[in-house]
């Protein structure tokens, strides 16, 4: 199940932020930064494909929102659960923009990136309530318009059918003749 998490115990990082990382030729919206270019790249050709994730990506930009996604082997919510992904409840402020980070596990097919479609979704969730600028502020955010699945895990039904739908498209979209 993929969840909110905080804080998330990152297992086995496959990138790095630092200037060792290769330069990616993906083209995303500069509201996103994907860390590994062959996600980047997985993204870049799911937003063709899908509607709802083009949406919710600019609702994250209309929301002056930036997101950095990294993958990594395992998301663990502190215990021994491995989840699919997770938003990170700490939010940083810098000017206009919150910047928030996503981590999804290692992954490139459509289920990888209906994940980011499902976390993205909850950083909007984050991003449309401007008082919630804290962790703290975050936490009880989800409180209000989720659930608690598990421990440290939060869920909402609107990043559900997120996920869902952007899956449901992506497979579509490769059934229809000239798509990629």
Not at 94 to 123: F, M, N, S, W
Not at 145 to 171: D, K, N, P, S, Y
Request: proline residues 6%.
């Amino acid at each position: 199940m993929v969840g909110i998490l905080l804080p998330l115990v990152f297992v086995g990082a496959l990138n790095s932020y630092g200037p060792s990382a290769p330069p990616c030729d993906a083209t995303l919206p500069s509201q996103l930064d994907i860390i590994d270019c062959r996600l980047a790249a997985a993204v870049e050709r799911s937003l063709e494909r899908s509607a709802t994730l083009r949406e919710v990506v600019r609702r994250v930009g209309a929301l002056q929102g930036r997101v950095y996604i990294r993958t990594v082997v395992s998301v663990m919510p502190g215990g021994p659960r491995s989840l699919l992904g997770g938003l990170s409840h700490d939010v940083v402020t810098c000017g206009p923009y919150r910047l928030l980070h996503v981590t999804v596990r290692h992954g490139y097919d459509d289920k990888a990136v209906a994940t980011i479609g499902h976390e993205l979704q909850h950083a909007v969730e984050v991003l449309e309530h401007p008082e919630a600028g804290t962790q703290f502020e975050v936490d009880g955010l989800f409180l209000r318009i989720g659930e608690q699945v598990a421990a440290r895990v939060m869920e909402t039904r609107r990043a559900l059918a997120v996920e869902a739908m952007v899956f449901r498209e992506l497979r579509r979209a490769k059934r229809q003749p000239g798509r990629t």
